[in-house]
Structures are given as structure tokens and as C-alpha cells.
């Protein structure tokens, strides 16, 4: 990760200084196309300004832009012409500004505020009229128009990004709608297994169990038989993991088939009626629990009692549940026999794998609670935190319980979908192993947990072409994008709407009223008006300079300017013709530069 923000950074640096130099060459070319300029403040200044501005434009584009500006600004002081090549970084910055800044209202007081300073270096500086079409026309299009492009190209990214992410959407979910319906294929294949091969195995297990009590058999008969009923007793067993696999995998419902309206009590009175010594308690304020905490605490006791059942038939069980004001807390404790091996005739030590206490684990685990299952002193604890608010957190794998010194880990035996405890027998009594009940069970499944109705999408949910925060989404996104392409063609109608006319009547202004150098020469002093009118422009210049207008002239005459050349930016020689009444008395040249 560290690399990766490194790299990031390196290519910043790298995309800043290609514009600082861009930036730069531009700055260079108006220095050395300039008549006169001056090496600190029109070459080093600027580029001392780009090197801070570039930067900045990353944090803080607008005071990027604030900076450039101050350098067109500074250009509208220059006495020869108003334009200046720093109007293309000012450009440059804009467009930064809009695609790097979401907000439209700071970016347009920025801009505003721009065009004011401009305005106001204008009215300060007394001047020309070319020069305030520059900072009305010029400078608010270079601030406004590529602004409104970035905010443009930004909302096209936005766009471009909603729907490549509503595309991984839509890819995921197809995803778990092929993951569904690869579980369902395999709930499939474990209720055709269930169906068949179970119901011949136990049909198989019964037959060998008749026959080892024929009275015809010798003794090597019936422990050959005995030696088979174990082997498939083996094979049943490997098969109810096998199916448990296909149709319960990790994360699954592992609390189908439990009875909807069973209680902890009635779990208890049915152990109790069967022989087993339970002794039990419940202490604290029972307070109403929802649905699904109270199926898992049913779980858990149910699951405890049946592996101490199994592993430890005839020890006494001690269950407590005791209620807090947030949560309830269930312990089972089992004594663990003290003679060695298997306390159920024909079990091998190490022969369960855990698999209940492993789907226990990840039941309370989705229900927000803790599960411990250890040894202790001779005892065997399964206890169990269930908050009575649920708190779903993600399924982790589950460690393998852990198992008491010598014994084989605590296994249900229950067939899948069986929920009551396995009856225990008189010792001594060999009894085959219960494979019938996967031949008789019913196929048909309970309904899911609410746990795991809200993990699983339902089929309306995933035939669904879009998700409703997608589609939402998307729509905004569109819509922005939408009106951010209106005001980015807008705008520039609007513009030039109300610039086009100005400039146009001041061009036509200053285009009517020049005088071409070589009918300048043609004009003789104390020809009249009339005899010289061919040789005259439409009209005279009406914006001459202060100093020209302050210029000595002859007594008693009337003096017309006119414009030396066509330039429309650039500050051009001005004609005066001094008249006494229709008769040319003087004319001269006026600089374009102040004396």
C-alpha cells in the first residue's frame, strides 16, 4: 500500500512539471516576441508564480487561479497592449479548477472575484477603452469557459465510474446467482443419495442384525456378521457426513428441521422422560427474546445434550440459563467417564469430526453471541452468550472444538432433520447404529432461519435488473452530467450574446477610424475640407489618450485623431489633424507611448 502511494505521488510530480514546463514555454515565447520587456518581472516572476501555482492546483485550485490572474492583472498596466501570454495558464488552471472541485458556488465566487480585481486594476489605472474589452471579453472567457469544460470532463468521469461500478454490481450478483443455484444442486444430489443408497444400507444393517441372531450360526458366523454390521454402520455414518457436506455447507442452515414451537423446557422434560440425569436451572428476569435468539438458545442446549448423551451416557448434566438485562448466558456441563475408550458399545476413539459444534459455532457467531465449548476438571462446558439484540457478523471458519484428555470429540449422532436427542441404552445391549432414520426421513426441508433468509438473496432480488440504490444513483449521476453539458454550451450563448455586440461596435469604432500612413502624407496644410475628403477615414478615432488630448495646439482650431494601423490589441500611432474652421491648419504624429 505504501508502494502504491508512492507511486501515485511520483506521478503527480510528474504530470506537474509537464505543465509547469508547457506552461513555461508558453511564458518564454510572449517574452521573446515582446519589443521591450523586462527580465524579472516578465520572464522570472512568472515563472517563479507558475512553479507555486501548478502545485497548488491539486489542494487549492482556486488560489492557483487567484495567483495567474494577478499576473494578467499586472499585464493590463503595460501601456503598449493589454495581452499578454499568461491568459493560456490562466485558462489552464480554470479548467484544473472545474475538474478537480465538485462545488459550483466557490469556484464562481473565485472566478467573480477574478473579474472584479481585473475591472477594478482597469478603472484604477484610467484605461484605454481596448483595454477594458479586454478585461469584459478576453479575460472573463478565459476564467468562465474552461472552468465550465473541467465541470464538464468531471461529470463525464463521474458518469463513466457509476457505471462501471453498477457493472461489478451486476457481475457479483450474477455471481451469487450461480452460486445459489450450485447449492441447490447439491441439496439435489444429498436427498438423491439420502434416498436411495441410505434406505439400502439400512435395509442391508437390518438384515445383517437378523441374522446374527439366527440360532444356526457358528460363532465364526456371527462375528463375521458383527464385523459387517460395523462396516456398514462405518459406511452410513460416512455417508451422513457426506450428505451433511452437499446440503449444509459452511454457512448454511444448520438449524433446519428443529421444531417451530419447541421450547428449551420441552427439550428438557423429553431428556428427563427418556432416563437421562439432567438437573437444570434458570436464573434472572426471563425477558422476551425474538424468535431467532430463542431458536439458537434452543440450538445450543439441544446440541450440548445430545453429544453428552452420546459420549458420556449416564453422567449427570447440569444446564444453567441465566438472564441479564442485554443478554443471556447458557452453560451444559457434562462429567466425562473415567474409564478409557468409548463409553458407547462399538465406538472408536477419534471417530467424530466436530461437525455439530462446528455448525454451533457459526449459528451464535451470525446471531452476535460467543460459543466456548473445553474441558475442565473432569467436566466437559458448552457455554454460550446470546445478545437479545442480534448483531449479524460475518461467518469466519470455525477452529475444531476442543475435546476433553483421552475422549473423542462430542458428535451428535442425530440423522439430519431429527431433533430430539438419540435414546440412550442399557448398557451392555449392543444397538446397531440408527442409519434408518436417513431412509425414512422426509425429503422435504424446513423453511430457512430468519438468519439466513437475510444472507441469501431471494429470488425477487436477484431477477432484479438493477438494485434500487444503483438505479438511484445512476439517475442522479445522469442528470448532473446532463445539466452540466447544458450550462457548459449555455453559457458560452449567453456570453456572447452580451459580449459579441460591444465588441463588434467597438471594432467597427476603431477599424472606421484609421488613416492609412500614405494618405496621411497626401494631406498639404491650408487645403479646405472639402478638397480632402476622399483621402479621409468615416469618422474619427473617438478614444484618443489623455496625453494626446492634452497635446499643444494652434490657437482657435479643432483637432480630429486618427488611428495609424488596424491592430485592435495593440496600442498604434495616433494622426491629429487640427482644423480652423473647414481649412487644415496642422497636422502631426502622437506617439502610441506616453513621453
Given at each position: 500500500?505504501?508502494?502504491?502511494?508512492?507511486?501515485?505521488?511520483?506521478?503527480?510530480?510528474?504530470?506537474?512539471?509537464?505543465l509547469?514546463?508547457?506552461?513555461?514555454?508558453?511564458?518564454?515565447?510572449?517574452?521573446?516576441?515582446?519589443?521591450?520587456?523586462?527580465?524579472?518581472?516578465?520572464?522570472?516572476?512568472?515563472?517563479a508564480?507558475?512553479?507555486?501555482?501548478?502545485?497548488?492546483?491539486?489542494?487549492?485550485?482556486?488560489a492557483?487561479?487567484?495567483?495567474?490572474?494577478?499576473?494578467?492583472?499586472?499585464?493590463?498596466?503595460?501601456?503598449?497592449?493589454?495581452?499578454?501570454?499568461?491568459?493560456?495558464?490562466?485558462?489552464?488552471?480554470?479548467?484544473?479548477?472545474?475538474?478537480?472541485?465538485?462545488?459550483?458556488?466557490?469556484?464562481?465566487?473565485?472566478?467573480?472575484?477574478?473579474?472584479?480585481?481585473?475591472?477594478?486594476?482597469?478603472?484604477?489605472?484610467?484605461?484605454?477603452?481596448?483595454?477594458?474589452?479586454?478585461?469584459?471579453?478576453?479575460?472573463?472567457?478565459?476564467?468562465?469557459?474552461?472552468?465550465?469544460?473541467?465541470?464538464?470532463?468531471?461529470?463525464?468521469?463521474?458518469?463513466?465510474?457509476?457505471?462501471?461500478?453498477?457493472?461489478?454490481?451486476?457481475?457479483?450478483?450474477?455471481?451469487?446467482?450461480?452460486?445459489?443455484?450450485r447449492?441447490?444442486?447439491r441439496?439435489?444430489?444429498?436427498a438423491?443419495?439420502?434416498?436411495?443408497?441410505?434406505?439400502?444400507?439400512?435395509?442391508?444393517?437390518?438384515?445383517?442384525?437378523?441374522?446374527?441372531?439366527?440360532?444356526?450360526?457358528?460363532?465364526?458366523?456371527?462375528?463375521?456378521?458383527?464385523?459387517?454390521?460395523?462396516?456398514?454402520?462405518?459406511?452410513?455414518?460416512?455417508?451422513?457426513?457426506?450428505?451433511?457436506?452437499?446440503?449444509?455447507?459452511?454457512?448454511?442452515?444448520?438449524?433446519?428441521?428443529?421444531?417451530?414451537?419447541?421450547?428449551?423446557?420441552?427439550?428438557?422434560s423429553?431428556?428427563v422422560?427418556?432416563?437421562?440425569?439432567?438437573?437444570?436451572?434458570?436464573?434472572?428476569?426471563?425477558?422476551?427474546?425474538?424468535?431467532?435468539?430463542?431458536?439458537?438458545?434452543?440450538?445450543?442446549?439441544?446440541?450440548?445434550?445430545?453429544?453428552?448423551?452420546?459420549h458420556?451416557?449416564?453422567?449427570?448434566?447440569?444446564?444453567?440459563?441465566?438472564?441479564?438485562?442485554?443478554?443471556?448466558?447458557?452453560?451444559?456441563?457434562?462429567?466425562?467417564?473415567?474409564?478409557?475408550?468409548?463409553?458407547?458399545?462399538?465406538?472408536?476413539?477419534?471417530?467424530?469430526?466436530?461437525?455439530?459444534?462446528?455448525g454451533?459455532?457459526?449459528?451464535?457467531?451470525?446471531?452476535?453471541?460467543?460459543?466456548?465449548?473445553?474441558?475442565?476438571?473432569?467436566?466437559?462446558?458448552?457455554?454460550?452468550?446470546?445478545?437479545?439484540?442480534?448483531?449479524?457478523?460475518?461467518?469466519?471458519?470455525?477452529?475444531?472444538?476442543?475435546?476433553?484428555?483421552?475422549?473423542?470429540?462430542?458428535?451428535?449422532?442425530?440423522?439430519?432433520?431429527?431433533?430430539?436427542?438419540?435414546?440412550?441404552?442399557?448398557?451392555?445391549?449392543?444397538?446397531?447404529?440408527p442409519?434408518?432414520?436417513?431412509?425414512?426421513?422426509?425429503?422435504?426441508?424446513?423453511?430457512?432461519?430468519?438468519?439466513?433468509?437475510?444472507?441469501?438473496?431471494?429470488?425477487?432480488?436477484?431477477?432484479?435488473?438493477?438494485?434500487?440504490?444503483?438505479?438511484?444513483?445512476?439517475?442522479?449521476?445522469?442528470?448532473?452530467?446532463?445539466?452540466?453539458?447544458?450550462?457548459?454550451?449555455?453559457?458560452?450563448?449567453?456570453?456572447?450574446?452580451?459580449?459579441?455586440?460591444?465588441?463588434?461596435?467597438?471594432?467597427?469604432?476603431?477599424?472606421?477610424?484609421?488613416?492609412?500612413?500614405?494618405?496621411?502624407?497626401?494631406?498639404?496644410?491650408?487645403?479646405?475640407?472639402?478638397?480632402?475628403?476622399?483621402?479621409?477615414?468615416?469618422?474619427?478615432?473617438?478614444?484618443?489618450?489623455?496625453?494626446?488630448?492634452?497635446?499643444?495646439?494652434?490657437?482657435?482650431?479643432?483637432?480630429?485623431?486618427?488611428?495609424?494601423g488596424?491592430?485592435?490589441?495593440?496600442?498604434?500611432?495616433?494622426?491629429?489633424?487640427?482644423?480652423?474652421?473647414?481649412?487644415?491648419?496642422?497636422?502631426?504624429?502622437?506617439?502610441?507611448?506616453?513621453?
Open positions: 500500500m505504501l508502494h502504491a502511494r508512492t507511486t501515485s505521488a511520483g506521478s503527480a510530480r510528474a504530470a506537474d512539471a509537464a509547469w514546463a508547457a506552461l513555461a514555454a508558453t511564458t518564454g515565447y510572449g517574452f521573446h516576441d515582446a519589443a521591450t520587456a523586462s527580465l524579472t518581472t516578465d520572464l522570472l516572476l512568472p515563472l508564480v507558475l512553479a507555486v501555482a501548478v502545485p497548488w492546483s491539486r489542494h487549492r485550485p482556486a492557483a487561479v487567484v495567483l495567474v490572474n494577478g499576473l494578467c492583472a499586472v499585464g493590463l498596466a503595460d501601456p503598449a497592449t493589454p495581452g499578454n501570454t499568461h491568459v493560456l495558464p490562466l485558462a489552464a488552471l480554470s479548467f484544473l479548477l472545474g475538474s478537480r472541485v465538485a462545488a459550483a458556488r466557490s469556484p464562481l465566487l473565485v472566478l467573480a472575484g477574478c473579474s472584479a480585481v481585473n475591472l477594478a486594476t482597469c478603472a484604477v489605472l484610467r484605461a484605454h477603452p481596448v483595454w477594458w474589452f479586454y478585461a469584459m471579453s478576453v479575460l472573463p472567457a478565459a476564467l468562465l469557459l474552461p472552468w465550465l469544460m473541467g465541470r464538464h470532463w468531471r461529470g463525464r468521469r463521474q458518469l463513466v465510474r457509476e457505471g462501471w461500478r453498477l457493472a461489478r454490481s451486476l457481475e457479483d450478483r450474477q455471481h451469487l446467482v450461480a452460486e445459489r443455484a447449492l441447490t444442486e441439496a439435489g444430489i444429498a438423491d443419495m439420502h434416498d436411495s443408497l441410505g434406505h439400502a444400507l439400512s435395509l442391508v444393517a437390518l438384515r445383517a442384525g437378523a441374522l446374527e441372531l439366527s440360532p444356526d450360526l457358528t460363532d465364526r458366523d456371527r462375528a463375521d456378521l458383527a464385523e459387517l454390521r460395523g462396516t456398514i454402520a462405518d459406511a452410513v455414518e460416512q455417508l451422513r457426513d457426506t450428505v451433511a457436506v452437499l446440503h449444509d455447507p459452511p454457512g448454511g442452515n444448520t438449524g433446519a428441521g428443529l421444531p417451530v414451537n419447541d421450547t428449551v423446557e420441552d427439550l428438557l423429553r431428556a422422560a427418556s432416563g437421562v440425569p439432567v438437573r437444570w436451572e434458570r436464573r434472572g428476569a426471563e425477558s422476551p427474546l425474538s424468535p431467532l435468539i430463542a431458536r439458537g438458545m434452543y440450538r445450543v442446549v439441544q446440541e450440548a445434550l445430545t453429544n453428552a448423551v452420546k458420556a451416557p449416564g453422567c449427570p448434566i447440569s444446564v444453567r440459563i441465566t438472564h441479564e438485562p442485554s443478554r443471556t448466558h447458557v452453560s451444559v456441563m457434562n462429567a466425562v467417564p473415567s474409564a478409557g475408550g468409548s463409553a458407547r458399545t462399538g465406538a472408536r476413539p477419534g471417530r467424530g469430526v466436530g461437525r455439530g459444534l462446528i454451533l459455532h457459526e449459528r451464535v457467531a451470525v446471531l452476535g453471541g460467543s460459543l466456548r465449548t473445553e474441558p475442565d476438571a473432569g467436566r466437559f462446558h458448552v457455554t454460550a452468550v446470546l445478545p437479545h439484540q442480534t448483531t449479524p457478523r460475518p461467518r469466519t471458519p470455525t477452529p475444531e472444538p476442543v475435546t476433553a484428555p483421552g475422549r473423542p470429540t462430542q458428535e451428535p449422532v442425530t440423522a439430519p432433520g431429527t431433533p430430539t436427542p438419540e435414546p440412550v441404552t442399557a448398557p451392555g445391549k449392543p444397538t446397531p447404529e442409519v434408518t432414520a436417513i431412509g425414512t426421513q422426509d425429503r422435504a426441508q424446513a423453511p430457512a432461519s430468519p438468519s439466513e433468509a437475510t444472507l441469501t438473496p431471494g429470488p425477487d432480488t436477484a431477477s432484479a435488473p438493477f438494485p434500487p440504490e444503483s438505479a438511484k444513483r445512476l439517475a442522479s449521476v445522469r442528470g448532473e452530467a446532463r445539466r452540466r453539458s447544458a450550462v457548459a454550451f449555455v453559457a458560452p450563448v449567453v456570453a456572447a450574446v452580451f459580449f459579441v455586440p460591444s465588441a463588434a461596435y467597438l471594432a467597427w469604432q476603431l477599424t472606421t477610424s484609421v488613416l492609412p500612413p500614405s494618405h496621411f502624407d497626401e494631406l498639404s496644410v491650408g487645403r479646405p475640407r472639402a478638397e480632402l475628403a476622399p483621402l479621409l477615414p468615416a469618422r474619427a478615432y473617438p478614444y484618443p489618450p489623455d496625453h494626446a488630448r492634452s497635446a499643444p495646439r494652434p490657437p482657435g482650431t479643432r483637432c480630429e485623431f486618427y488611428r495609424s488596424r491592430d485592435l490589441l495593440g496600442d498604434v500611432d495616433l494622426y491629429r489633424l487640427c482644423w480652423y474652421g473647414d481649412t487644415l491648419s496642422a497636422k502631426d504624429t502622437l506617439r502610441a507611448r506616453r513621453p
